[in-house]
């Protein structure tokens, strides 16, 4: 088998056709790469605007447990301030009830 530098037509049709593959996948791997990276970088934009909303929703709940805490805080400072209360009233009371006693033995007294 000899071989041989002449070109003929087939040879051409391969060539070119040969050619249009590798023009054929250059393009699409390109157009592959162009929708992969906007792809890539709608991903990245939502995940920039759930770590916002996560950053947002947690300043919300940490809002929310600084109140519950000042609420269960001003309860037991209110449940204070009623015991110290009724004690103060009963107190009260009860001195009363002695002046009262007082009056009458003065009053009624020998």
């Known amino acids: ?3 041989s530098w002449d070109i003929n037509l087939s040879t051409i049709f391969m060539i070119g056709a040969a050619a249009l593959g590798v023009i054929r996948f250059w393009i699409l791997a390109e157009q592959k790469a162009l929708a992969a990276e906007k792809r890539a970088q709608e991903a990245e934009d939502k995940a920039d605007k759930a ?14 447990q600084i109140t519950q805490a000042e609420r269960l805080v001003s309860r037991e400072v209110l449940r204070e301030v009623e015991e110290r209360l009724a004690k103060a009233i009963e107190k009260l009371g009860s001195q009363l009830q002695d002046l009262v006693k007082e009056f009458i033995k003065g009053n009624h007294g020998p």
Request: zero cysteines; aromatic letters at 6%; glycine letters at 0%.
């Open 1 to 3: 088998m000899q071989f």
């Open 51 to 64: 770590h916002e909303k996560i950053a947002i929703l947690q300043a919300s709940v940490n809002a929310h």
